[in-house]
């Protein structure tokens, strides 16, 4: 007699318990089952300790939480489809109509559009603040501020601020702050113990990560993290995160667990590159200036000597350069169609490297005093070898000759 489909579903074998290997398993659901109707009313999906539902964790994204949590020094950590799900989800959890949230002026672009195009809606409102005058940042308080966003070293223009100063002022205001760590990864430094021995420690609230870039590391997952220190308000941005029903795939989460073992590797090497890329950019005399924040003549850089400089691999990936006003956007453009290795594409922290040209003057509210007029490029410095991405550069500036 052939076997029946129940045969086939309600097999009774299971594998040996024991089973050991470098990478975790890859557990995938929507459906989880209790053993009894009481262990069903019982179980509680807020605490880990049991599985409930899918959307609610399984031992692969567990798994993942911890380690991110280990990663950035936080406690509790909740996984989304994206870095920009992970600042929305925060919005969302975090602020009503009336509130107002401060972001820096170079904030990663979508998060200020979606402040721009989506908060406004629900009437929240919005502040953009300067991220080099701590000051300014002291000034746009206001008693509806209930949120302050965070960015070291800001996207794009990669200005590193007085991090230390602004938490500072967050807390003495009483207002929460949220970091978007994805620059610093959770190694260029900890968001969680800026200060190293002070005490109580000097904190972020919020560490919100794009787990796209360097921990996925392949240019080929989108995934956000949501980390957290303060039980009670993991908890309110859990909540949030149940009833929006966010998530992350089995196969997602299993490919991050895979490229956070290489992570600090990774990180190092990058950044070893991308700051001799960046040191030859200096000599070149097509760039207006070259934004690093490991240069000394990048804004913010002493900053990023305070917070970074003492840390193995103490900068990601990515500088940027301004071309000199005698060279046209057109010309800029043939400059960066002319390069072989690196390709055109959002995005960063894959092995790929890429390129960018931005045009600031839409992004910011005024061209900023600390940055040369001209047209700006962004370099993302994936994993090739430095003297082939130096001689790419070199051969496409020769376009413009
Ligand atoms: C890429 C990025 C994000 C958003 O990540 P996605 O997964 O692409 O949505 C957020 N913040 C910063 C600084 C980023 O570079």
Same mark, same amino acid.
């Given at each position: 007699?052939?076997?029946?489909?129940?045969?086939?579903?309600?097999?009774?074998?299971?594998?040996?318990?024991?089973?050991?290997?470098?990478?975790?398993?890859?557990?995938?659901?929507?459906?989880?089952?209790?053993?009894?109707?009481?262990?069903?009313?019982?179980?509680?999906? *807020?605490?880990?300790?049991?599985? !409930?539902?899918?959307?609610?964790?399984?031992? !692969?994204?567990?798994?993942?939480?911890?380690?991110?949590?280990?990663?950035?020094?936080?406690?509790?950590?909740?996984?989304?489809?994206?870095?920009?799900?992970?600042?929305? &989800?925060?919005?969302?959890?975090?602020?009503?109509?009336?509130?107002?949230?401060?972001?820096?002026?170079?904030?990663?672009?979508?998060?200020?559009? $979606?402040?721009?195009?989506?908060?406004?809606?629900?009437?929240?409102?919005?502040?953009?603040?300067?991220?080099?005058?701590?000051?300014?940042?002291?000034?746009?308080?206001?008693?509806? !501020?209930?949120?302050?966003?965070?960015?070291?070293?800001?996207?794009?223009?990669?200005?590193?601020?007085?991090? $230390?100063?602004?938490?500072?002022?967050?807390?003495?205001?009483?207002?929460?702050?949220?970091?978007?760590? &994805?620059?610093?990864?959770?190694?260029?430094?900890?968001?969680?113990?800026?200060?190293?021995?002070?005490?109580?420690?000097?904190?972020?609230?919020?560490?919100?990560?794009?787990?796209?870039?360097?921990?996925?590391?392949?240019?080929?997952?989108?995934?956000?993290?949501?980390?957290?220190?303060?039980?009670? $308000?993991?908890?309110? $941005?859990?909540?949030?995160?149940?009833? %929006?029903?966010?998530?992350?795939?089995?196969?997602?989460?299993?490919?991050?667990?895979?490229?956070?073992?290489?992570?600090?590797?990774?990180?190092?090497?990058?950044?070893?590159?991308?700051?001799?890329?960046?040191?030859?950019?200096?000599?070149?005399?097509?760039?207006?200036?070259?934004?690093?924040?490991?240069?000394? !003549?990048?804004?913010?850089?002493?900053?990023?000597?305070?917070?970074?400089?003492?840390?193995?691999?103490?900068?990601?990936?990515?500088?940027?350069?301004?071309? *000199?006003?005698?060279?046209?956007?057109?010309?800029?453009?043939?400059?960066?169609?002319?390069?072989?290795?690196?390709?055109?594409?959002?995005?960063?922290?894959?092995?790929?490297?890429?390129?960018?040209?931005?045009?600031?003057?839409?992004?910011?509210?005024?061209?900023?005093?600390?940055?040369?007029?001209? &047209?700006?490029?962004?370099?993302?410095?994936?994993?090739?070898?430095?003297?082939?991405?130096?001689?790419?550069?070199?051969?496409? %500036?020769?376009?413009?000759?």
């Amino acid at each position: 007699m052939s076997a029946s489909s129940t045969d086939l579903i309600h097999h009774p074998y299971t594998p040996p318990a024991g089973f050991a290997a470098p990478q975790p398993g890859v557990f995938k659901a929507s459906t989880v089952f209790f053993p009894s109707v009481a262990a069903m009313r019982h179980f509680d999906w *807020k605490d880990k300790s049991a599985y !409930t539902y899918g959307l609610h964790g399984t031992p !692969t994204t567990y798994t993942l939480e911890e380690r991110l949590c280990t990663l950035e020094g936080g406690a509790q950590c909740l996984l989304v489809p994206s870095g920009l799900a992970a600042i929305a &989800t925060v919005a969302l959890a975090l602020l009503q109509s009336g509130d107002e949230v401060l972001i820096p002026d170079n904030a990663y672009g979508p998060s200020k559009a $979606l402040a721009e195009g989506e908060l406004a809606h629900w009437g929240i409102s919005h502040r953009f603040y300067d991220p080099l005058a701590p000051q300014d940042l002291a000034a746009k308080i206001s008693p509806r !501020t209930r949120l302050i966003w965070l960015e070291a070293a800001g996207s794009v223009t990669l200005e590193f601020p007085d991090l $230390l100063e602004q938490v500072r002022i967050c807390k003495a205001a009483g207002i929460l702050c949220a970091l978007d760590n &994805t620059w610093g990864a959770g190694l260029a430094f900890t968001p969680f113990d800026l200060q190293p021995g002070a005490s109580p420690a000097l904190a972020v609230d919020i560490s919100v990560h794009a787990l796209t870039k360097y921990p996925s590391g392949g240019g080929d997952v989108l995934m956000g993290s949501i980390i957290t220190t303060d039980e009670r $308000l993991h908890m309110k $941005l859990k909540l949030c995160h149940m009833r %929006l029903g966010l998530g992350v795939a089995a196969n997602d989460a299993e490919a991050v667990l895979r490229g956070l073992p290489s992570l600090p590797l990774r990180y190092r090497s990058h950044d070893e590159a991308t700051r001799a890329l960046a040191r030859w950019s200096l000599t070149r005399p097509e760039f207006a200036q070259v934004l690093h924040p490991a240069l000394p !003549t990048s804004p913010g850089h002493d900053h990023w000597r305070a917070l970074c400089q003492n840390t193995p691999g103490g900068a990601a990936g990515l500088f940027s350069v301004i071309f *000199k006003p005698d060279y046209s956007q057109a010309q800029v453009d043939t400059f960066c169609d002319a390069l072989k290795l690196f390709k055109i594409g959002y995005s960063w922290g894959g092995p790929v490297s890429l390129v960018v040209p931005y045009e600031l003057a839409g992004m910011r509210q005024g061209w900023p005093a600390h940055l040369q007029p001209g &047209t700006l490029v962004r370099f993302s410095i994936g994993l090739e070898a430095v003297a082939d991405l130096q001689a790419d550069l070199a051969q496409a %500036l020769q376009c413009l000759a």
